[in-house]
């Protein structure tokens, strides 16, 4: 997830300083499509919305703050 994270933040950081929610969650459910299809097959749309702002965001954010100030 670490490596998902700093490749999204790259990704995202050139065009939006501070992203959204929902540019993060676009951002890494396209990044996870194209790298780990297999991942958000096995669990629902409603299932993965839920994952990603309750659990995958606050660590998204944690791995990507430092990357900012890098």
Not at 3 to 31: C, G
Not at 53 to 60: G, H, Q, S
């Amino acid at each position: 997830m670490q490596r998902a994270s700093k490749e999204v933040a790259k990704q995202l950081l050139p065009t939006v300083l501070f992203p959204s929610t929902k540019e993060y969650r676009i951002a890494l459910e396209k990044y996870l499509g194209d790298h780990a299809k297999h991942f958000i097959e096995n669990i629902g749309v409603n299932s993965w919305v839920s994952l990603f702002e309750e659990k995958l965001l606050p660590e998204v954010r944690e791995i990507v703050k430092p990357s900012i100030t890098a």
